[in-house]
């Protein structure tokens, strides 16, 4: 069994999300652990990078705020964090990237660097499915699992993408970017069911999680839920000093999962 599926244990697994080098690394570094303290069973972490396509507004804004330190935030610089902060917690870290960033940096170099630095997963929202083929062998090669998205579309393509995937598949609500309010029409609860009927795959339901009412709604229907700009949002409100906020917020929503 792997480090991810054992984060969906014999629970609902919280998994929060924060963008690298906001406001600094060595913030990031606290608020990772701060996030694991809280209750989160997995924490994914975001690459910046100057075209997030998948990303609304408050994600794309910490993006710029990485970018824009002194210094900037690389790659490397990330990694390095990693490193450091995956041998402070125990659960299971997960980048959030895109294509281009990892094929720049090259693919045997990249997956051999989430190895040495304790990353378990890989999620590339802009890599099709049909041409994950050109990562996935090097990918297992390091022990790095693809983890799958899977948006509303044909109940076949669904099926398709779910008997494929490893870690945990990252259902999308909605065909909206990240941080989008509102109902979702999408029957989630339809998609979720095609997914369980071909994969024991874990399931988690991210991009809208981010209150309490649909912590516990959609934390009902999967085996885990994805916050991504609530966390951001306190971030970018508290900045250096929003490490007890994350903990507060992390906590309560984790508790709701487990009631």
Same mark, same amino acid.
């Given at each position: 069994?792997?480090?991810?599926?054992?984060?969906?244990?014999?629970?609902?697994?919280?998994?929060?999300?924060?963008?690298?080098?906001?406001? *600094?690394?060595?913030?990031?570094?606290?608020?990772?652990?701060?996030?694991?303290?809280?209750?989160?069973?997995?924490?994914?972490?975001?690459?910046?990078? !100057?075209?997030?396509?998948?990303?609304?507004? &408050?994600?794309?804004?910490?993006?710029?705020?990485?970018? !824009? &330190?002194?210094?900037?935030? *690389? #790659?490397?610089?990330?990694?390095?964090?990693?490193?450091?902060?995956?041998?402070?917690?125990?659960?299971?870290?997960?980048?959030?990237?895109?294509? %281009?960033?990892?094929?720049?940096?090259?693919?045997?170099?990249?997956?051999?660097?989430?190895? /040495?630095?304790?990353?378990?997963?890989?999620?590339?929202?802009?890599?099709?499915?049909?041409?994950?083929?050109?990562? #996935?062998?090097?990918? /297992?090669?390091?022990?790095?699992?693809?983890?799958?998205?899977?948006?509303? *579309?044909?109940?076949?393509?669904?099926?398709?993408?779910?008997?494929?995937?490893?870690?945990?598949?990252?259902? &999308?609500? $909605? @065909?909206?970017?990240?941080?989008?309010?509102?109902?979702?029409? #999408?029957?989630?609860?339809?998609?979720? /069911?095609?997914?369980?009927?071909?994969?024991?795959?874990?399931?988690?339901?991210?991009?809208?999680? %981010?209150?309490? /009412?649909?912590?516990?709604?959609?934390?009902?229907?999967?085996?885990?839920?994805?916050?991504? $700009?609530?966390?951001?949002?306190?971030?970018?409100?508290?900045?250096? %000093?929003?490490?007890?906020? &994350?903990?507060?917020?992390?906590?309560? @929503?984790?508790?709701?999962?487990?009631?």
């Amino acid at each position: 069994m792997s480090k991810i599926n054992e984060a969906f244990q014999n629970k609902k697994a919280f998994i929060g999300f924060l963008t690298a080098g906001d406001p *600094t690394l060595e913030k990031t570094e606290e608020f990772i652990i701060e996030m694991e303290k809280a209750g989160a069973a997995l924490i994914q972490i975001g690459i910046p990078f !100057s075209d997030p396509i998948a990303e609304g507004p &408050v994600i794309q804004d910490a993006n710029v705020r990485a970018l !824009s &330190v002194p210094g900037g935030c *690389t #790659t490397d610089m990330v990694f390095d964090m990693v490193k450091r902060v995956s041998k402070k917690v125990s659960v299971p870290l997960v980048f959030f990237t895109y294509l %281009n960033p990892v094929y720049k940096y090259g693919y045997e170099k990249f997956c051999a660097r989430c190895n /040495e630095t304790g990353i378990s997963g890989l999620i590339i929202p802009d890599m099709p499915f049909e041409e994950r083929v050109e990562l #996935t062998p090097t990918a /297992e090669k390091y022990n790095v699992e693809l983890i799958s998205l899977i948006a509303p *579309t044909s109940e076949d393509r669904v099926q398709m993408i779910a008997k494929e995937a490893k870690g945990y598949i990252y259902v &999308v609500p $909605s @065909m909206d970017i990240t941080g989008a309010s509102g109902e979702k029409t #999408t029957d989630i609860e339809k998609v979720v /069911e095609n997914i369980k009927k071909v994969t024991d795959t874990p399931v988690a339901i991210g991009f809208g999680a %981010n209150d309490f /009412e649909q912590a516990a709604k959609y934390s009902r229907l999967a085996d885990g839920i994805i916050v991504a $700009s609530a966390i951001v949002k306190i971030i970018a409100e508290h900045g250096n %000093n929003a490490g007890k906020y &994350v903990y507060e917020y992390v906590k309560s @929503m984790a508790r709701g999962m487990e009631n």
